[in-house]
């Protein structure tokens, strides 16, 4: 069932003809609709890339691509290329060498509205301009779509009101963003990445800072996204444990290279852990899922013999 579409304000489109009254979020009758995007998915892949900041490389003769439709999982220890992998990806980095290519073009040479109508990305721990309310911040979803001669449509206002509804955030509509607590703020940048009707969504350690409880919750969130609509989601987690648990596809980095790739039952072992982690660990499983877990070991915890460890 579809939400009705809300009143807004639009703070940073092109105006328009005024904006009839709509329905209040409170009373808006629940459930977004299906977004389904086409079966021909984009392609998004690097070949032979080099990234780095201020004469330091990063990420070295990266090759990858990635899996249309499905949910990948970037991992690796702190600094090893994750992040900067996944700006080059969404065009937030220009490559040393290489190229990031969408349906077999360069991603630098493509116009930047052409991108952001197929790539969506939410940066780590974005921060909303003071005042900034859930409606307007979503709203700043639809700016791609927007063009002189298209400007506001009720298409525009039915996408807000879904994503709204999707990350159960309608209730909230009207609130400052700055006064959201942390789950119900990273739910608020999701609706935004939502509301761009993208089929490939970028996120950047989406659950940092937040509590376990809204860790799933989020993560929850993502996984109806990649079913329901069929959306290409790549996302970087450091959490091993959920990424085994939530990816199709997981990818493990270190040094800014790849060392392994595929399903979690391919890529979680114990040497893995130990070659990109240094972690002396036992990987048993997930007694929920049937997916990898990682039980990690410390000088003051000594392993007793796991009968369904995996090397």
């Known amino acids: 069932m579809t939400a009705e579409p809300i009143s807004r304000t639009v703070t940073d489109l092109p105006p328009g003809p005024p904006q009839p009254h709509r329905t209040d979020p409170s009373s808006a009758p629940p459930g977004p609709r299906t977004r389904e995007f086409p079966a021909g998915l984009p392609d998004l892949r690097a070949s032979d890339l080099t990234l780095g900041y201020d004469g330091v490389v990063v990420v070295d003769g990266l090759e990858v691509a990635i899996p249309a439709?499905?949910?990948?999982?970037?991992?690796?220890?702190?600094?090893?290329?994750?992040?900067?992998?996944?700006?080059?990806?969404?065009?937030?980095?220009?490559?040393?060498?290489?190229?990031?290519?969408?349906?077999?073009?360069?991603?630098?040479?493509?116009?930047?509205?052409?991108?952001?109508?197929?790539?969506g990305i939410l940066p780590q721990s974005p921060v909303a301009p003071a005042g900034l309310t859930v409606i307007d911040l979503v709203t700043r979803g639809r700016a791609p779509h927007q063009t002189w001669w298209r400007q506001w449509s009720s298409q525009d206002e039915q996408a807000v009101t879904d994503a709204l509804t999707a990350t159960n955030m309608l209730e909230h509509a009207h609130r400052p963003v700055d006064e959201l607590s942390g789950g119900q703020r990273q739910r608020a940048w999701i609706a935004m990445?939502?509301?761009?009707?993208?089929?490939?969504?970028?996120?950047?350690?989406?659950?940092?800072?937040?509590?376990?409880?809204?860790?799933?919750?989020?993560?929850?969130?993502?996984?109806?996204?990649?079913?329901?609509?069929?959306?290409?989601?790549?996302?970087?987690?450091?959490?091993?444990?959920?990424?085994?648990?939530?990816?199709?596809?997981?990818?493990?980095?270190?040094?800014?290279?790849?060392?392994?790739?595929?399903s979690p039952a391919e890529v979680i072992t114990t040497d893995l852990v130990e070659q990109v982690f240094d972690l002396d660990c036992q990987v048993s499983l997930d007694p929920v899922t049937g997916t990898p877990m990682i039980i990690p070991m410390g000088r003051h915890h000594h392993a007793a013999p796991a009968p369904l460890g995996i090397r």
């Open 193 to 262: 990445a939502i509301a761009q009707e993208t089929p490939v969504l970028l996120l950047d350690e989406p659950t940092t800072f937040l509590d376990l409880a809204h860790q799933i919750d989020v993560l929850d969130l993502i996984v109806d996204l990649n079913r329901q609509e069929n959306r290409t989601v790549v996302m970087v987690l450091h959490d091993l444990n959920q990424a085994s648990r939530y990816a199709d596809h997981l990818i493990a980095m270190k040094s800014g290279r790849i060392v392994r790739q595929g």
């Open 69 to 119: 439709g499905r949910i990948t999982v970037i991992v690796g220890a702190n600094a090893c290329g994750k992040s900067t992998l996944l700006q080059a990806l969404a065009r937030l980095l220009t490559p040393r060498a290489g190229a990031v290519r969408l349906d077999g073009a360069s991603i630098r040479s493509m116009p930047t509205r052409q991108v952001a109508r197929k790539i």
